[in-house]
């Protein structure tokens, strides 16, 4: 059974059931019906520990429920970017001369000729890949942010501009993926915007795994779903919780890396183990000057460097050819000090991939520094594919089908998560316990693990932490409230008297 026969069905039954629901008699409201959480009475350490797991499931997933669908949203508008922009795009993009490219320093003279400004330095050059493609020079200077670049597109055969672009981040990306990156990233709002993102992605894993344990204890108790003609919101939401599972975990963990707490923990902790992503050394003196091959755009100074010599570039890139550099998808980047050398690196992320790179020093046209992908450790290997897959670059078309549908189950599950709330809403019963009153019922060793491996998860993703207060504290409000309530008289909705 494919998954997207599997959405239909779900929307299909889902909107039968809230029909099947309007059309029957209201049930008696003589006692509210809490959210669907066994809380025991009992001492079963058990019950009381999935009683804990159920009721974080639930207030996790009314908190992160809406950060989790925008991002599936954007998530699935920027998998479809690569055609959008091909389409957008095309004149700066592709051409149709035929024939052998001209030298790369006669393109990037076209380049500098189209722009006729001062205040700009070349930065980096992307010779055609293929054939009917451009040539990109990318350009730093006045006006442009350290992670932006003003790029030139050259025909390679006739070395004619085809028209200019600003280019984002590390990885150059056009305007519309820049702006659609920017929604799933930070929500156009800065970089505290990234709370957002990384919200979502810590809770994630930890929501969907503990839908996973729910599903999996009822489904030992074989408890009945809702009577009806339709399965309802419950079980599919389940069955896709299930069947996603992987994919929520991956892009929980993948968008951890990518965050801003959390990614700098894991970036330490990977270091302490000797499992960084090599960096690429540019100094020809021999002093140590090391830097992230996937970084340099970002370290750039405007207006310190000295003028480019690019004339040198098409004997840097033959000498790199010679290394061993062999991928079509090439940035080529000037030396930025007369010490330093220039770099040439693979960006090629399909499969297989192709990130390789070379230091030549521009004096001698030898190699004075070279990494390899094949030499990364294991976890910087994983970790490059993990962002190209979550990215939908690194198998292609069938990596963007694969983002496109779990975006669509994502978006599904939340909904139908939001429906079961409503039909089962408010919060609490005033008979039912919450994570506190679970807690304490656990025994002296399940209240130390429990506080444990909270702590250690607050510290390890800081955003997780503070939320988790958060929760508690919404937690004991509800339950206090209706309290209250109960106390002073409220009865299905009528006071005493």
Not at 70 to 86: K, M
Not at 391 to 411: D, H, K, R
Request: net charge neutral; hydrophobic share 45%.
């Amino acid at each position: 059974m494919s998954i997207p026969f599997i959405l239909c069905c779900v929307w299909r039954d889902a909107a039968q059931y809230l029909r099947d629901k309007g059309r029957s008699a209201m049930p008696s409201v003589s006692r509210v019906e809490a959210p669907d959480i066994d809380t025991p009475r009992t001492a079963d350490s058990g019950r009381l520990i999935f009683a804990l797991i159920a009721r974080l499931h639930f207030l996790a997933g009314l908190l992160v429920g809406p950060f989790v669908l925008v991002a599936a949203l954007s998530g699935l508008f920027y998998a479809l970017t690569p055609q959008l922009e091909n389409w957008i795009y095309s004149e700066q993009l592709f051409t149709e001369s035929q024939g052998p490219a001209v030298p790369l320093k006669l393109q990037i003279e076209a380049a500098e000729n189209h722009l006729g400004e001062s205040g700009v330095r070349l930065a980096a050059v992307r010779p055609a890949p293929e054939p009917g493609d451009t040539t990109r020079v990318m350009f730093a200077g006045e006006g442009l942010k350290a992670f932006e670049h003003l790029a030139v597109f050259i025909d390679p055969v006739t070395a004619e501009p085809r028209g200019d672009l600003r280019v984002y981040g590390t990885t150059g990306v056009l305007p519309l993926r820049n702006w659609i990156g920017d929604m799933h990233r930070r929500l156009f709002l800065g970089e505290w915007g990234r709370v957002y993102s990384e919200l979502a992605a810590s809770w994630l894993w930890l929501v969907a795994l503990g839908g996973l344990t729910i599903w999996l204890v009822r489904k030992r108790q074989s408890r009945p779903v809702e009577a009806g003609p339709a399965p309802g919101p419950r079980r599919w939401h389940g069955l896709l919780g299930v069947i996603l599972l992987i994919a929520l975990l991956f892009f929980s963990a993948t968008g951890l890396t990518w965050s801003k707490w959390a990614g700098g923990n894991i970036g330490v902790a990977r270091a302490a183990f000797g499992m960084s992503t090599p960096g690429l050394s540019t100094r020809l003196a021999g002093e140590d000057s090391t830097a992230d091959i996937h970084a340099h755009h970002l370290q750039e100074t405007v207006g310190t460097e000295a003028a480019v010599d690019y004339s040198l570039i098409d004997a840097i890139l033959t000498s790199a050819r010679a290394a061993g550099i062999d991928a079509t998808k090439l940035e080529i980047t000037p030396a930025k000090a007369p010490d330093q050398a220039w770099s040439v690196v693979e960006i090629d992320r399909g499969w297989p991939t192709q990130v390789d790179a070379v230091a030549i020093d521009p004096h001698s046209m030898t190699v004075t520094d070279e990494i390899e992908f094949a030499n990364f450790p294991v976890a910087g290997k994983l970790t490059r594919w993990g962002i190209d897959a979550h990215m939908g670059t690194l198998f292609g078309l069938a990596n963007q089908i694969i983002l496109i549908v779990s975006a669509l189950g994502v978006v599904t599950m939340v909904a139908l998560g939001y429906i079961i709330w409503w039909r089962r809403r408010p919060l609490r019963d005033s008979g039912q316990g919450g994570v506190i009153q679970a807690w304490v019922r656990l025994s002296s060793r399940g209240k130390a693990g429990a506080v444990l491996v909270a702590v250690l998860l607050g510290l390890s993703l800081p955003v997780f932490g503070a939320s988790l207060l958060l929760l508690l504290v919404i937690d004991m409000a509800t339950g206090k409230l209706s309290s209250l309530k109960s106390r002073g008289g409220f009865v299905s909705g009528q006071t005493k008297g």
